[in-house]
């Protein structure tokens, strides 16, 4: 679940493939990816790296620095989840690389706008959207009814904070699919983001996310991190 592209498959047994943005190729190494089978654009991406990291977009291939892409790709390789951040699943994952098709952004905006499902026993709770991620990153929460909530986050401690767009963005065209695809990705689960992708033709599937900020954000106003953590219901131990 936490491999990005093994969870491509497992996604597709749930919800189809209709959602799952298409794979190119799967190489271990960066050095050995054939760009001539590659189309004029794509995305480059590490399996095991959570957030943006390891994540080259290419928009133009004939204009495309492949030399720092191997370079960015390899420095992803070295990272680490389970030993830097103790995020268990990422254990025995299999290092890689691989390309997918690009998906474009709505006309007029230049980073494709994370809307990042929070739920809880099975159950999408809050949708976390995060817009302009290169350019003046903003972050803002919505319920299922997509009322624009209080709080935002997560930002990192003692590092920059991101907040709500002066403007909040709109309610997704799609949003009925958005809240099925997370019900049906987080059922038994007692906590997961599940990540997904909206465009003008249609919604598309992101990666499942166990922990976000490896545990280590931070919501605003403070009172909304024990708000939030008291909807996660742990099983009993044994």
Known sequence: MVDKVKAKDYVATIIGDDYVIPTLGVWDRPEDIDWD?????????TNHSG???GVIICRDKESFDRHMAVKTLNQSLQCDIYRDFREWPYKNVQKRVFAEEYIAPPTGVKDLPDYKWFCFDGEPRYCQVIQNR????????FDTEWNHQVFYGLNPKGGPVYGPAEVPPERPFHLSTHIHIARELSRGIPFVRVDLYETSGGVYFG???????????CFQPNEWDYALGE???LPASK
């Open 207 to 217: 990666e499942i996310t166990f922990y976000p900020m490896s545990g280590m954000g």
């Open 134 to 141: 290169t350019t003046h990153e903003t972050i803002d929460f």
């Open 37 to 45: 089978k590659l189309p004029g654009s794509f995305v480059l991406k």
């Open 51 to 53: 957030g943006n990291t």
């Open 231 to 233: 909807l996660i219901h």
